[in-house]
């Protein structure tokens, strides 16, 4: 079992910047591939980024590409998310998951959630 806890959402106007985090307790951390979603009210959860256990060859959408670096400390069970130049569209809960194996998916095929944080992006 891997318990996720987000931290670092908040309030932040368009253009800033924020970092998420997300703490993995449990089984071994270094081994799982990692992942962030977000799901805006009204809209289906997507994928924003996805991190293998390595760190290499990390998976960004378009949306986000250039904007967002997804980052691993494997010492410290914990996976990042910067986030910069936001925009009110990136207005969302952000979501940490971990899957049970070394290589991320673009699907919802994970198998540890976090509970999710939120982020205002304001314009």
């Known amino acids: 079992q891997v318990r996720l806890v987000e931290s670092g959402g908040g309030l932040v106007q368009a253009g800033g910047s924020l970092r998420l985090s997300c703490a993995a307790s449990g089984r071994t951390f270094s081994r799982n591939a990692m992942g962030w979603f977000r799901q805006a009210p009204g809209k289906e959860r997507e994928i924003v980024a996805a991190i293998n256990w390595s760190g290499d060859n990390p998976f960004y959408a378009d949306s986000v590409k250039g904007r967002f670096t997804i980052s691993r400390d494997n010492a410290k069970n914990t996976v990042y998310l910067q986030m910069n130049s936001l925009k009110p569209d990136d207005t969302a809960v952000y979501y940490c998951?971990?899957?049970?194996?070394?290589?991320?998916?673009?699907?919802?095929?994970?198998?540890?959630w976090g509970r999710g944080t939120q982020v205002t992006v304001s314009s």
């Open positions: 998951a971990a899957r049970k194996v070394t290589i991320w998916s673009t699907g919802s095929d994970y198998d540890y």
